[in-house]
């Protein structure tokens, strides 16, 4: 996400971080490049200009140039108003009146409104809700069956009225549905519109005026860059907006939309779709954004993602394990499993400060797969004791996961030398070497291409 802008940027922060001193025409040319790379990734022009225009006062006014890290001072700047610029702090989600909640998304057709609603669903039910899913899309062909199927998946109920064409009446009797049946919040799926469709806008106002929502919530595509800032301050005006969610931002999107959506319609985004899962939805949080744009990883948002990936009780086991020294293959197994379900090996390493924007390009995922392949094509017996492995079995295990002998290999004996180290780390944790209350693991870098996949495995 952000990848053109980031890499801009990361470039003009590397240049400046080989220089010993920055001279106020060496912090002139960076910000002009930095306003460059804003406009590029298509930034509204007047929230470049402002913005760098408040990174060079700042930068002058600090005396970034007597610094004995001017590099870094800059970085820390570009950090802060890049923060302010995207909102300063995470914008809350939630529900005044009720039950129930009413949490309606409004937007132009084509930008995922109905997904949307479902990954919001999804997100309200692992946080404790229990949502009911409002199909007042009656224009768009089969809108309600694909609602239905969204629902379904993440175990939300849908409520429609068949073949009705009354958004406005679905939308009163899913309300009233949802009284009786003590769900909350209803997520309204409405109907797609154009900004300039005013018959639609006046529906809309009127299906805002029946419901009373507590969130209104604009359904943007992030690669529209700045038709979504215009329409954005059409749909505030139409019906008031409580905020944003960007959808298709892992995608080629430039990074334009979010920059200036909230700088230019003053509506805090409060989601952001990153994948085409229906669980990739995720809060908005303006500073670790910042974050990842400038490289500094988004340690925060990796640990959420681990929590969600690994319950209690699956993380004390796998911990008890280790601390006995104690690893096979259906571990490793069980933890390629849970780094799946945290995202692509890429979205996750964009997280880990330090990780090079090079270093992420290299990353192999397929080296992943076929690691799995080749756990899955060993027997029960052969994963809990890898040492049984002789030569027809690793020709056996080639053939089943449809790699070669030489990867089975490969695989078998970085196996041994991470089980090595991790019976090192059991053992100096025994006698009180370690400390810090906490197991160790090396991380390793893992599936990158020419080098080393899961335990060295190449590709």
């Known amino acids: 996400m952000f990848d053109t802008l980031a890499t801009r940027i990361q470039e003009i922060f590397r ?7 920055l001279s106020e025409a060496d912090v002139a040319e960076a910000c002009r490049e930095i306003r460059l790379a804003l406009l590029r990734a298509d930034v ?13 006062e700042r930068a002058v006014g600090q005396d970034v140039a007597q610094s004995l890290t001017p590099g870094q001072q800059i970085v820390k700047i570009v950090h802060s108003e890049l923060t302010a610029l995207l909102g300063g702090e995470a914008a809350p989600f939630g529900f005044k009146s009720g039950p129930p909640g009413v949490c309606m998304l409004v937007g132009p057709q084509g930008g995922g409104k109905t997904t ?9 039910k692992r946080n404790g809700h229990k949502p009911l899913l409002a199909a007042t899309d009656v224009r768009r062909p089969a809108a309600v069956e694909q609602l239905r199927i969204v629902g379904e998946q993440v175990g939300a109920p849908v409520f429609d009225m068949g073949d009705s064409e009354n958004a406005i009446a679905v939308a009163k009797a899913a309300l009233e549905y949802a009284r009786k049946e003590s769900l909350s919040p209803v997520v309204v799926d409405t109907a797609g519109r154009l900004h300039s469709e005013q018959a639609l806008m006046d529906e809309m106002r009127e299906m805002k005026a029946t419901l009373a929502p507590d969130e209104v919530l604009l359904v943007a595509d992030a690669m529209t860059g700045q038709d979504a800032v215009n329409m954005g301050r059409r749909f505030d005006e139409e019906v008031g907006l409580t905020g944003c969610i960007l959808t298709k931002l892992e995608g080629d999107a430039r990074g334009g939309a979010a920059l200036s959506l909230r700088a230019v319609t003053g509506k805090p985004i409060k989601f952001v779709g990153v994948g085409e ?19 500094m990883g988004d340690m925060l948002t990796l640990i959420e993602k681990a929590e969600q990936a690994w319950d209690e009780k699956q993380a004390e086991r796998a911990e008890k394990r280790l601390r006995k020294g104690e690893f096979d293959f259906n571990d490793f197994l069980q933890q390629m499993d849970r780094m799946q379900d945290m995202g692509s090996l890429e979205e996750i390493a964009e997280m880990i400060p330090g990780f090079s924007r090079g270093m992420r390009v290299q990353l192999d995922p397929d080296a992943m797969k076929s690691a799995k392949a080749v756990v899955q094509s060993m027997t029960t017996g052969e994963r809990a004791n890898p040492q049984i492995i002789d030569g027809s079995r690793r020709r056996r295990i080639a ?7 030489q990867t089975v290999n490969q695989l078998l004996r970085q196996f041994q030398q991470t089980k ?4 090192q780390f059991s053992e100096a944790e025994k006698k009180g070497r370690l400390k810090g209350g906490r197991f160790p693991i090396q991380s390793r870098r893992v599936g990158t291409s020419g080098s080393e996949g899961p335990f060295g495995l190449g590709r």
Not at 277 to 295: N, Q, T, V, W, Y
Not at 399 to 405: D, E, I, N
């Open 15 to 21: 240049r400046l971080s080989g220089r010993g001193r």
């Open 44 to 56: 509204h022009y007047q929230v470049a200009k402002n913005f760098v225009a408040r990174v060079q």
């Open 116 to 124: 949307t609603a479902g990954k919001l669903a999804g997100w309200l």
């Open 277 to 295: 899962k229906l669980d990739a939805l995720e809060p908005f949080h303006p500073d670790r954004m910042a974050s990842r744009i400038l490289g």
């Open 399 to 405: 053939q089943g996961s449809g790699t070669s002998v």
């Open 420 to 423: 090595a180290l991790i019976h």
